[in-house]
C-alpha cells in the first residue's frame, strides 16, 4: 500500500535559517506529490506540487521540493525562515487509476526569534 | 470569489445526536471529499464523490453519512453511531476525478461533543 511518511513531528529553526522538512512515499507507481501548510483552525492551502514535470518545483512564499526517485523523496526547503511561516506542513501523495490522496501525519514547524 | 465553504464553523452536540456540516463549491469541480482530522494523525478519508449521484466510502466511513444530489453541495451527517466524533472536518474539491489534481480545501468544521 501506499504511504507517506514525515520525518519529524516537529521542527523548530531560528528566523532566517534554513527550513527543511522531510518527505519520504512509498509507491510502485508514479506519484503526484504535494505540500500542503495549515495554520490553526483553517484549511489547508497548496504550497507545491510536482506532476512529472520538472523535479525542482518552485512554490508560494519562498518554498521549493525537489523529487528524488532514487530516494523516493520530497524534501520541503526555505532558504531563510520567517515568523510566518510558522505552521503545520503536510506532504501528500495521489497516483494514477483512481487512487485517493494519502497525506502524511504532518510537520509542526516553530520559527523562534 | 471561487472557493469552498464549510458551515457552520464550529458546532457543540450532545451525544446521540445527529448533526450534518455543510460543504458547497463554486469552482464546478467534479470531485469531493471529506476528511477528518486528529492531531498529530493528519488527514483520514471519510467519504468521497467522484460524480454526482455517487460516493464512495473512505478509510474511516463509519458512523457517517453523505450524499450528492448536486454538484456543489456535498453534506456530512455525523450520526450518533460514530463513537468518538469530536474533530476539525475537512471538505475539500478537486478537478480531476480520478485524484490526479490538487485538492481545494474548505476553512473546516470543528466539532465538540458534550
Known amino acids: 500500500a501506499q504511504s507517506v511518511t514525515q520525518l519529524g513531528s516537529h521542527v523548530s529553526v531560528s528566523e532566517g535559517a534554513l527550513v527543511l522538512l522531510r518527505c519520504n512515499y512509498s509507491?510502485?507507481?508514479?506519484?503526484?506529490l504535494f505540500w500542503y501548510v495549515q495554520y490553526p483552525n483553517q484549511g489547508l492551502q497548496l504550497l507545491l506540487k510536482y506532476t512529472s514535470a520538472a523535479t525542482l518545483v518552485k512554490g508560494i512564499n519562498g518554498f521549493e521540493a525537489e523529487f528524488k526517485k532514487s530516494e523516493t523523496s520530497f524534501h520541503l526547503t526555505k532558504p531563510s525562515a520567517h515568523m510566518s511561516d510558522a505552521a503545520e506542513y503536510f506532504c501528500?501523495?495521489?497516483?494514477?487509476?483512481?487512487?485517493?490522496?494519502?497525506f502524511g501525519p504532518g510537520t509542526r514547524l516553530s520559527v523562534l526569534p | 470569489d471561487g472557493g469552498i465553504t464549510q458551515s457552520p464553523k464550529y458546532l457543540f452536540r450532545k451525544e446521540g445526536q445527529n448533526v450534518t456540516l455543510s460543504c458547497e463549491q463554486n469552482l464546478n469541480h467534479d470531485a469531493m471529499y471529506w476528511y477528518r482530522q486528529d492531531p498529530g494523525q493528519g488527514l483520514r478519508l471519510i467519504y468521497y464523490?467522484?460524480?454526482?449521484?455517487d460516493f464512495q466510502k473512505g478509510d474511516i466511513a463509519e458512523g457517517y453519512s453523505v450524499s450528492r444530489e448536486k454538484k456543489e453541495s456535498f453534506p456530512l451527517t455525523v450520526t450518533s453511531a460514530q463513537k468518538n466524533p469530536t474533530a476539525f472536518y475537512l471538505c475539500?474539491?478537486?478537478?480531476?476525478?480520478w485524484g490526479t489534481g490538487e485538492l481545494f480545501f474548505g476553512e473546516g468544521s470543528r466539532l465538540t461533543v458534550l
Open positions: 501528500a501523495v495521489t497516483f494514477n487509476y483512481g487512487q485517493n490522496f494519502v
Open positions: 475539500a474539491s478537486s478537478t480531476a476525478a
Open positions: 509507491s510502485s507507481v508514479p506519484p503526484y
Open positions: 464523490s467522484q460524480i454526482v449521484n
